[in-house]
């Protein structure tokens, strides 16, 4: 298993400019979210869904948009970066939603720098 | 709303010493789940317990324990004989329930240094 992959590592923007962040798991995990973490902000919950076709916002969503259309896939995606939206962004998964909480697999993260 | 404050930024130890990392949190739910995660150098985010709110018991993993307090909604991480590399930010963090789903809520995260 790959378990929880994101594509860029890094990746370099200017102010307007619109991507994508990729993301993806192979362990059939229903739960797929996105934190972005800032220097003394700890990690903050921008999207996050329970399953292919549902998603939902977390603390942070403005400026993100995603989508779920696969079980395996999670992207997030910046419309029109910002200076602000300078950050390291994780995806992370975990087996499901409910009161049985499992512990989520973190992504080795994106860090992305907006000029 | 939920919190869970990290109150030290960042601590300094030389090897072999304890050390302990404090965590409080805020909650009005009564399921809830504390977690511990270590960010190294080098980035990722590794899990290292998850404690529901109903198990007090305290938990010893090698050089590792928890004190998990509810009458002082705390949460806290010892290392005992400290390494240089337990050097990492370690997160504690809050789950939270919402129409069924859960989301985590992080602390700010604390720094450990551990120096030889």
């Known amino acids: 298993n790959a378990g929880v992959t994101q594509t860029p590592k890094f990746q370099v923007l200017k102010t307007g400019q619109s991507m994508t962040l990729q993301c993806a798991q192979d362990?059939?995990?229903?739960?797929m979210s996105w934190y972005r973490q800032d220097p003394g902000m700890g990690l903050r919950l921008i999207h996050y869904s329970v399953g292919a076709g549902i998603t939902d916002q977390g603390e942070v969503p403005n400026g993100y948009n995603v989508s779920r259309s696969t079980t395996e896939d999670f992207p997030l995606r910046l419309l029109s970066a910002a200076p602000s939206q300078t950050s390291v962004y994780f995806c992370?998964?975990?087996?499901?939603?409910?009161?049985?909480?499992?512990?989520?697999?973190f992504g080795p993260g994106t860090r992305l720098t907006v000029l | 709303a939920q919190k869970v404050t990290q109150a030290q930024t960042e601590i300094s130890v030389v090897e072999k010493e304890d050390v302990t990392l404090d965590c409080v949190y805020e909650t009005r739910d009564t399921t809830y789940y504390l977690f511990w995660y270590k960010q190294p150098p080098s980035g990722e985010l590794v899990f290292l317990i998850r404690?529901?709110?109903?198990?007090?018991q305290n938990e010893i993993s090698g050089r590792y324990s928890w004190n998990f307090q509810k009458s002082t909604s705390s949460f806290n991480f010892t290392i005992t004989a400290s390494q240089v590399v337990d050097s990492a930010v370690y997160f504690c963090a809050l789950s939270e329930v919402q129409d069924g789903s859960e989301k985590l809520v992080f602390g700010k995260g604390t720094k450990l240094t551990v120096n030889p």
């Open positions: 404690r529901n709110s109903f198990d007090e």
């Open positions: 362990m059939n995990h229903e739960y």
């Open positions: 992370a998964s975990s087996y499901s939603p409910g009161l049985i909480y499992n512990e989520q697999f």
